[in-house]
């Protein structure tokens, strides 16, 4: 084990702990990402990571401080009016910006599960419809029975209730949590290496929340599948992460495996995100610990 002080930012610096093991070559490494919209200011700084085969990176820091960007970057899924700087690499091999070899990769080598299920599909389509579309998306040869077949199989893996029965159903006859399950079974229906989850629990009552937290958990080791997983709720990441990187205003504070994250953070900001949390040992005659804006 190493400990790791970056001195690229006096005011915010990065706090690395992390296992070495030089002997393996990391799935996915992004090196100095950096993304500016327009004329404005960096929503992303200078970031650097990396995923091993079939492990969990959690991707935690509140609102606005680059995560959903960063993640959009690697499917070049960003506006036209995003400029992105830095290199990204894939089993070793560069992977450019703005490549067709980058685009290519979607839902084949890496899938993304977006936020909010109840407007990530499309209202005027049946969901058996749009299963399928992400089968043909990578593959033009599979016939109509084979692509149900391959549909109906997915939906089983990620326990919807009676997809034969309910193929051709629409996005508003689901509840929030089959909607859930549906994007999932969109994003692994061909067997991505890597899959990004944005902040997939967010608009999902507790239940339901940890139900589809225990399903991925599941689905990740029955594949085998790298994940980054993205959000802002530290407790939430601890559940399903190996290792955790802290994000705030664009920059990585803090990286680290998950029990030491949790349980002895080094930056001050990740012991503030975690103070913010309430657990049943809070005191309730006190605030909740503030997150500075600056």
Do not use: C
Not at 165 to 181: A, I
């Amino acid at each position: 084990m190493s400990l790791l002080h970056s001195s690229n930012n006096s005011q915010r610096p990065s706090i690395t702990i992390e296992l070495m093991n030089a002997s393996s070559i990391p799935l996915l490494e992004v090196d100095r990402l950096r993304i500016r919209f327009n004329a404005q200011a960096e929503a992303v700084s200078g970031i650097s990571f990396s995923i091993n085969q079939g492990e969990v990176l959690g991707l935690v820091g509140e609102s606005g401080s680059g995560k959903s960007a960063t993640s959009l970057a690697l499917l070049d899924l960003l506006p036209p009016t995003a400029q992105i700087e830095g290199s990204l690499r894939w089993q070793g091999s560069t992977l450019p910006f703005h490549s067709p070899a980058q685009r290519k990769m979607r839902g084949r080598q890496i899938a993304m599960i977006f936020q909010e299920p109840m407007t990530a599909l499309n209202p005027v389509m049946t969901i058996g419809r749009q299963v399928a579309e992400a089968i043909h998306a990578s593959s033009s040869t599979l016939t109509s029975r084979e692509a149900r077949t391959r549909t109906l199989a997915a939906l089983h893996s990620v326990r919807l209730p009676e997809p034969e029965r309910r193929l051709n159903d629409y996005p508003h006859q689901f509840s929030g949590g089959q909607l859930q399950r549906i994007l999932i079974a969109m994003a692994l229906i061909n067997r991505p290496q890597l899959l990004i989850a944005d902040e997939p629990t967010t608009a999902l009552d507790v239940t339901v929340q940890a139900q589809v937290l225990a399903l991925l958990k599941n689905l990740q080791q029955e594949y085998g599948l790298a994940m980054l997983f993205i959000s802002h709720d530290l407790a939430v990441v601890g559940q399903v992460a190996s290792r955790v990187a802290v994000l705030r205003h664009g920059q990585i504070v803090e990286t680290g495996p998950t029990v030491q994250i949790l349980t002895a953070p080094a930056h001050e900001y990740t012991r503030t995100l975690l103070a913010a949390v309430p657990t049943l040992r809070t005191d309730r005659t006190k605030p909740l610990a503030q997150i500075a804006v600056k």
